[in-house]
């Protein structure tokens, strides 16, 4: 798959909204199940969202459901996270990640990932 670079993330008050994009190399994006996963400072590595590869099935974790959307554009090679009504919680580095297996929750399945992008949500 090659490199995934994550973009997008910032400073922004809760309640706000931000967009994160993931960009990936290689002509074999759409062989991979995509997912987003963030770290808080002192806390483990949280599954966030999760795209199937053709795009048409989700999955969320319970602190994001109803408030993220996770969607893909194979033709660009990227993975996207909308994030509304931000909460303060809601800190921390946003990877993505890639898996040859298809979507998965869990970061063992996955096979690539981004360098992470930072997200602060003040209150």
């Known amino acids: 798959q090659g490199q995934l670079v994550e973009s997008g993330g910032g400073l922004v008050q809760a309640g706000g909204s931000l967009r994160l994009s993931c960009a990936a190399s290689?002509?074999?994006?759409?062989?991979?199940?995509m997912g987003w996963f963030r770290q808080a400072p002192g806390k483990e590595r949280e599954f966030v969202a999760t795209?199937?590869?053709?795009?048409?099935?989700?999955y969320y974790g319970d602190s994001v459901k109803g408030r993220f959307t996770i969607s893909r554009d194979n033709t660009m090679n990227t993975v996207f996270l909308q994030m509304n009504s931000l909460k303060p919680e809601d800190t921390a580095v946003y990877y993505c990640?890639?898996?040859?297996?298809?979507?998965?929750?869990?970061?063992?399945?996955?096979?690539?990932w981004g360098q992470g992008t930072q997200v602060t949500v003040s209150s």
């Open positions: 990640a890639a898996s040859f297996r298809g979507w998965a929750t869990t970061a063992p399945h996955y096979d690539y």
């Open positions: 290689g002509r074999t994006f759409s062989s991979y199940g």
């Open positions: 795209i199937s590869r053709g795009g048409g099935s989700t």
